[in-house]
């Protein structure tokens, strides 16, 4: 099991989480997924970390630094994706139900980021 | 090159001897040709269902979308295609000209440039790329980069849209609304846009400065991009959006059909705080575009 794959299972034990991947930020591939069966890992990496790039474009026009969070709330779900500096040019993208606890998701985030750096 | 027959009997046989076969994706393409769209577009779908990163599946079923008339659908997959291959020449091409169709002039001439690039000799494309260099100077649509945003652009009700119709949001009230938003402690920014990315009302200070009109034109492309995300995710109609920097939060969130608000705060402004104010911006431009009428 590799040192990502074990992070990834920290935060999967969240209860309400779907799934999470560690996916570089500049072309949306996938560097270590564990994910539930049904979510299609490779594609939702790719639209997040366009997404990411997208509001870090955002970020930056307005001069408010560099984003490092982004929460994409679906009315059935959520999404989340952090990019803490010790992640490098890595995002610790997670998917969850509606009613899980963000701030669970925010700490073991933070702990991954901890763990990484 | 179309299939004969033979081929088509025989990717047909193959899909239905194992489901995960890649022949769905001829035979679909051959069911287009006949003109046979519906059943392509069932072919393509459960295709894509076994190899949901498909590239060439996604830009097919773009392809079967557009010829129902699904152009937003159409253009979704095209996106995917190009998000999974970023030099998929055809999924850029096809982007380019649905852009064009739809009026969407600046993202219409980004991707036709590339595409032109690529590939020179493509009459339509070269159409298509002279009549949104023609019309790209006046608009500013969601996807356009902040550099194709003038930094000193007004926060004008009246959108500069295609036609130059005016806007129904009552200018100044709204500039008044969001401007009140503003000066709560922390907040450095809230704005009313159209769903084109043009800046109704409001404000967003940073370094001393107006930036509303560039954070305007990229965070609403950030909202296209979501509700992409959250549909392919199968995570529901999209509600808002979350962004947090070392300095900031800004909060992006849909106010009825065809409006967004956006708040920014210092980061020692709470979260929920934001979405207080958030939430507040949404009653006030739910109230200006209820009203209707002018300036």
């Known amino acids: ?117 | 090159v179309s299939a004969t027959p033979a081929e088509v009997r025989r990717w047909s046989e193959e899909v239905a001897a194992d489901p995960g076969s890649l022949s769905f994706l001829p035979l679909a393409g051959a069911y287009r040709a006949q003109g046979r769209v519906e059943a392509a577009l069932r072919l393509c779908l459960r295709g894509l269902e076994r190899h949901p990163t498909h590239v060439e599946a996604h830009h097919l079923l773009g392809l079967l979308y557009r010829d129902t008339g699904e152009l937003v659908k159409a253009f979704d997959e095209w996106d995917i295609a190009l998000a999974l291959a970023p030099e998929h020449v055809a999924a850029r091409r096809e982007i380019g000209l649905a852009a064009a169709e739809l009026g969407e002039w600046v993202a219409a001439l980004r991707y036709l440039e590339r595409a032109a690039e690529q590939t020179p000799d493509d009459a339509e494309v070269g159409q298509a790329l002279a009549r949104a260099r023609e019309r790209a100077g006046g608009s500013a649509p969601a996807a356009a980069p902040p550099a194709a945003v003038p930094a000193d652009a007004p926060a004008d009700a009246s959108a500069p849209g295609d036609g130059g119709e005016p806007g129904a949001v009552p200018h100044a009230e709204a500039q008044r609304a969001f401007e009140a938003l503003t000066e709560e402690r922390g907040i450095a920014g809230a704005l009313l846009l159209d769903d084109q990315g043009f800046l109704l009302a409001g404000r967003m200070e940073a370094g001393g400065a107006d930036r509303g009109a560039e954070v305007a034109a990229v965070l609403s492309g950030a909202r296209l991009e979501a509700v992409r995300a959250l549909r392919h995710l199968k995570l529901g109609a999209w509600q808002g959006i979350l962004v947090e920097t070392p300095d900031a939060v800004v909060c992006l969130s849909p106010a009825g059909a065809d409006a967004l608000v956006a708040v920014a705060a210092r980061r020692e402004v709470p979260t929920g705080w934001v979405l207080r104010v958030a939430g507040r911006a949404r009653e006030a431009a739910g109230r200006l575009l209820g009203g209707g009428g002018t300036a």
């Open chain 1, 1 to 117: 099991v590799s040192a990502y794959r074990e992070l990834l299972g920290r935060v999967n034990r969240i209860n309400g989480v779907r799934g999470s991947m560690m996916v570089a930020a500049e072309d949306g591939l996938i560097v270590e997924e564990d994910l539930m069966v049904g979510v299609p890992g490779p594609a939702a990496a790719a639209l997040v970390a366009s997404l990411f790039r997208r509001a870090r474009r955002s970020m930056q026009a307005a001069e408010f630094g560099s984003a490092a969070y982004l929460q994409v709330d679906g009315e059935d779900g959520l999404l989340f994706a952090a990019a803490p500096p010790e992640l490098g040019d890595l995002l610790l993208v997670v998917i969850a139900e509606r009613w899980v606890n963000v701030g669970m998701v925010r700490l073991e985030a933070a702990r991954v980021a901890a763990a990484m750096g």
